[in-house]
């Protein structure tokens, strides 16, 4: 009993340091641009062992030297209520997980049908996840967090979530947000992005630019290769009319 109530002890004080260094680095990025993340780290890993070299881009760029373009396109295609919001667009999620509900039904109905046909083919893909998050919750989970899908990952994402809004201004937390996240295979925030598709500045990005920029979020790496996919445009050109209504901070 002393050995269970000594464990129990060490690990309750083990996950308080690590909430207590997880507010320490929400609380540096606030003025420090952050050298890494723990989804850039994770990556560079992952590329680094899988191709034996490291292709990356990565440059940091103040929030005035990007494009109010590429601002109002991620808004509008990641996150349209993000300047009003407390970081959680829980409407959103309720949405997210009634979908992720019904695409996990149909797949398990799907399942036995293929099942019982021996010439089916190869397996039914499995269900697509929507995740309803908010840029708040994205940079909450790719910051700091590992990319594992579990309750208590996603608890945690919340908390950190509430600690970004409480600690950041909203226009900090998307100028974090840009000069961090993926826009590619080892291609990472607004400049490297803009300099990797268009060579140009994040400054002098257009409107349809920014749009297509802004699309690839979800699945950078599957846009990348797809450079003229004809959903990459269609979606493109619905986010440039829906940039008019973006709100920024």
């Not at 993340?37 to 560079?44: C, D, H, I």
């Not at 920014?210 to 050109?237: C, D, H, I, T, W």
Request: no cysteine; glycine share 6%; proline share 4%.
């Amino acid at each position: 009993m002393k050995a269970f109530t000594r464990w129990l002890g060490l690990a309750i004080i083990a996950a308080l340091a690590l909430q207590v260094f997880f507010l320490v680095r929400i609380a540096m990025a606030a003025t420090l641009a952050p050298q890494s993340t723990t989804f850039q780290r994770s990556e560079a890993w992952r590329i680094a062992t899988h191709k034996g070299s490291l292709a990356w881009r990565e440059q940091w760029v103040p929030y005035d030297s990007i494009s109010d373009n590429l601002k109002r396109a991620v808004i509008a295609s990641e996150d349209d209520s993000f300047v009003n919001h407390d970081g959680v667009d829980w409407e959103a999620m309720e949405k997210a997980w009634q979908k992720n509900q019904q695409a996990e039904e149909r797949a398990a109905r799907q399942a036995p049908r293929k099942a019982q046909t021996a010439n089916a083919g190869p397996p039914a893909k499995p269900p697509k996840i929507v995740g309803g998050s908010t840029i708040t919750q994205q940079l909450a989970k790719n910051l700091l967090l590992s990319g594992e899908r579990t309750l208590f990952r996603k608890g945690q994402e919340i908390v950190l979530t509430f600690a970004l809004e409480k600690m950041l201004s909203k226009q900090r937390i998307l100028e974090v947000y840009l000069n961090n996240v993926e826009w590619g295979e080892g291609v990472f925030g607004a400049e490297a992005a803009s300099q990797h598709y268009f060579r140009k500045s994040a400054s002098q990005l257009s409107a349809y630019e920014a749009a297509r920029l802004a699309v690839m979020l979800p699945r950078p790496k599957y846009f990348e290769k797809l450079a003229n996919s004809g959903y990459l445009a269609s979606r493109a050109q619905t986010i440039v009319q829906r940039m008019r209504g973006a709100e920024l901070p």
